[in-house]
């Protein structure tokens, strides 16, 4: 991968409000993004994420510092910084009323290039499976969702700066959506992403920022963030919990939080597997699930650095 | 700027020329008809004769000898009526410049493509006046059509620019409104403040022309609607001083509306 970042931001700051009802949106973030990455930026909601984007999008004005995207500053050039970037809001509204072959033919005019971004459009839309004759008002949430994908990805932008861009789709058209990610990549093109989603940043994503309440904690590579070592696992018993069970897996430095209700217990676990499996091996095992911490574990885990928890 | 954004306002709202144009055509058609009959038109005269000068100023009538001719009936009644009417399109039209589509979301979509926001502000502004001409031209149409197809005896050409005259008046109203807009930014709180600004120019120009003194003066002064002079084309009194002062007044709210527009957070 290429070291030349396409997005350079430098001490950016954003307060609303003033006086008493003043809030710091976003707190002096640094950061940069390489041409050819693609770049989730992670964090709960209010942690800033969609300020970010306002403001690389010049929607929105900086309290202080400043950002630059191909180099260019992003208010006073924003007009030619937005022909080559590609954008899908977080909230996205669209004209009801209007089919989305008209609202792409109008996107495309604003463009200045009808014939050769309809036609890319098309093709897109064929991809995603959307209906674009249809009216705005007719399409689902997911379908407007797509149509947002069509119009910020029609004209193949150099960067697509995406907010939450899967919320909604169904997860055939999540998996085409990571495939055309993929191609973006492939073909040295940048994308700035917005995300909850834990499995799609582990999925497409290069590098991961984590923001909360305004500020950067952290910059990492996806394995780093997302190789957090521990599970929640979930074993029921046939009839009652073995006796001693509950002693056996607290003296295991593995085993944390457990918990029991009947013949089941719950408990968070770190590192290898068979500790708990010769534990559990006195009773008869009905069920064993074991789930992913959730991306707001993660979150946790990466700022307390709790000795239980390996990242 | 290469007009795209004036070509989908139009292709957008051109029906609103046909529903606005028509319905002030059929107004102006119906006050077609009653001019046919002098009997009614004096009979009108003589019931605003017993009124007092505010209410006489209501009615849009300042003149009752005027108002016994054909011409000055319909100029004085037609045109008084239109203007509130244009009034209400041009409040509209001025929330659809900026207001609507940034309480909708749909701006953050729109300034993220290659348009700086002064162009698609003024682009915005041409689309809307462009479909105010319309309004205005069809309207104007269809009433001195009526003078022609009823016969009645009346200058078409003094019709004509006394209707013709409503436009400036027009898009100063839509000006005020998308300036309102860009600045108070809540879309609830800009209509209110453009309806205040209609209601409170009418009341001042009603009770500006009716009193006397230099309070009465300054009101009138600063009501739009006494610079819409139907009667001094019929008078041959019309001074186009009147007109270009609202034509400043558009051009000094734009660079306003331009200014905060520019400078401010969209969708905040």
Known sequence: ????????????????????????????????????????YLGPNGA??????RLLLDLIRPSSGSARIFGLDTRADSVEIHRRIGFLPGELSLWEGRTGDQIIHYVASVRGDTRGIAKQAGELAEQLDLDTSKRVRDLSSGNKRKLGLVIAMMHSPALLILDEPTGGLDPLVQQTFHEMMDD???????????????????????????????ELKAV?????????????????FRDTLPAGLQQQLESLPSITNI????????????????????????????TLHVEEPSLEEIFLAFYSGDEETTI | MNG???????RTSWKQILYWGLGLGVLGLYIDFIAMSPDIISGYADLLKSMPPAMLQAFGASDIALLTTAEGWIVSVFVSEAAIFLSVFAVMAGLNITANDEQSGVMDVILSLPISRGAYLLERWIGFALIGLGIVLLCALITVGGLIGMNVDAPQDVILKSILNLYPATLLVMTVTGLLATSLRRRAVAIGAAAAFVVVSYIFNVIGAAASGAIADLMESVSYFSYIHGEAFVTGTYDPVDSVIILVAIVLGFAISLNMFVSRDIGV
């Not at chain 1, 030349?4 to 003043?22: H, W």
């Not at chain 1, 834990?198 to 920022?209: H, M, N, T």
């Not at chain 1, 990492?220 to 029921?236: A, G, L, M, P």
């Open chain 1, 1 to 40: 991968m290429a070291s030349e970042s396409v997005l350079e931001i430098s001490g950016l700051s954003k307060t609303y409000g003033a006086g008493k009802m003043q809030t710091l949106a976003l707190n002096r973030l640094d950061l940069s993004v390489h041409r050819g990455e693609i770049f989730g």
């Open chain 2, 4 to 10: 795209t954004v004036v070509g989908n306002t139009l």
């Open chain 1, 220 to 236: 990492e590579s996806v394995e780093k963030i997302t190789n957090v070592e521990f599970h929640w696992v979930d074993v029921t």
């Open chain 1, 184 to 214: 973006y990549r492939a073909k040295g093109r940048t994308v700035f992403l917005s995300s909850h989603v834990l499995s799609e940043v582990q999925a497409i994503c290069d590098r991961v920022g984590i923001l909360r309440d305004g």
């Open chain 1, 259 to 286: 918990s029991t209700n009947g013949a089941r217990v719950r408990m968070r676990m770190a590192g290898d597997f068979d500790p708990l499996l010769r534990a559990i091996s006195s009773g008869y095992v009905e």
């Open chain 1, 48 to 53: 800033g994420k969609t300020t970010t984007i």
